[in-house]
């Protein structure tokens, strides 16, 4: 089962589970999952994970050997200015999946947390690892904090197997440029259509912008075909590339990738964003692999934003 698998990640991480044989049943609602990304080979169910009883039904029926739970409200900011609401999607809708993994014996779940935002600000030059304080800054890290530590009960009580996946900031083909979120796919879609690109300050207005760590969406499907199998155990492990980058390399990255320049306008900084979020990587290179390159990864994802102008809902 995936959760969430008509999203950006869970419909790429489909996608390799379908390819490598395995019977898949999606479970989205679709509130931000499109059907242009269901896999047609995989099973759909129309649920929203906050439906208990819903969520019941569709384990019955497919008694899922393993979950890979990617369904969220995923919005730093969406979740500053309605807290209850990524509460009851990312705190309750995960205790009903975690409710009906132990109910129907589910042997394994693993878990799309953030590695972005857990962690709080990490100042330079230090690279956040597991095992680090965490200072969440948002209802969404704060959300996603409280599952891991649900997870850890459900451990120690239930016996149900889980692999904590912090993921950094993914990009890759299929991001949703409409919204707030997906700084990649928002300055791919504009610079196609001719439009300047905002840089959010990081500190002062006019600055390059908060500083990330970009993992692409090819490196977090890995990560979740070798969690699902057990191969990474029952523990948490970051998902990402150690390297610090900045709004403005990012829209630097993509004008060269798509052979084209915009102006970049400046805002001010947004409630939520941290100024620096860089991972360690240590882990990753050792049991994932190493990641791939961030030119690399703009090339693929601008290439196929220029090859599907208009995304359909």
């Not at 996603?144 to 239930?158: F, I």
Request: net charge negative.
């Amino acid at each position: 089962m995936v959760t969430g698998g008509a999203g950006f990640i869970g419909s790429h991480v489909v996608d390799a589970l379908v390819d490598d044989g395995h019977d898949v049943v999606i479970v989205d609602d679709l509130s931000s999952g499109r059907r242009s990304n269901l896999n047609p080979r995989a099973r759909f169910e129309h649920v929203d994970i906050v439906d208990a009883a819903a969520l019941e039904r569709v384990f019955a029926a497919f008694e899922p050997e393993a979950v890979t739970h990617q369904a969220a409200q995923t919005s730093v900011s969406v979740s500053t200015r309605e807290p209850a609401r990524d509460a009851s999607v990312n705190v309750v809708g995960s205790v009903n999946v975690l409710e009906a993994c132990v109910r129907h014996r589910t042997g394994r779940l693993v878990f799309a947390s953030t590695g972005g935002a857990i962690y709080g600000e990490v100042e330079a030059p230090r690279l956040a690892r597991v095992g680090d304080p965490t200072f969440p800054l948002s209802p969404y890290a704060c959300s996603k904090l409280a599952v891991e530590h649900y997870l850890r009960m459900y451990t120690a009580v239930h016996g149900l197997h889980t692999t904590v996946l912090r993921y950094a900031n993914v990009y890759g083909p299929r991001q949703d440029p409409h919204g707030e979120a997906g700084v990649v796919a928002i300055f791919s879609r504009r610079l196609l259509s001719a439009l300047a690109c905002r840089i959010n300050a990081r500190k002062d207005v006019g600055d390059d912008g908060c500083i990330r760590d970009y993992v692409f969406i090819a490196d977090v499907v890995r990560a979740n075909r070798l969690a699902l199998a057990g191969t990474l155990g029952d523990r948490t492990i970051n998902v990402c590339t150690g390297v610090a980058t900045t709004t403005r390399d990012i829209a630097e990255g993509l004008m060269s990738a798509l052979d084209l320049r915009a102006a970049l306008e400046h805002g001010p900084w947004r409630p939520g964003d941290l100024e620096r979020s860089v991972l360690d990587a240590a882990a990753m290179r050792e049991e994932i692999g190493e990641p791939v390159g961030l030119g690399d990864g703009l090339r693929q994802t601008a290439q196929w934003f220029r090859d599907h102008p208009d995304p359909l809902p």
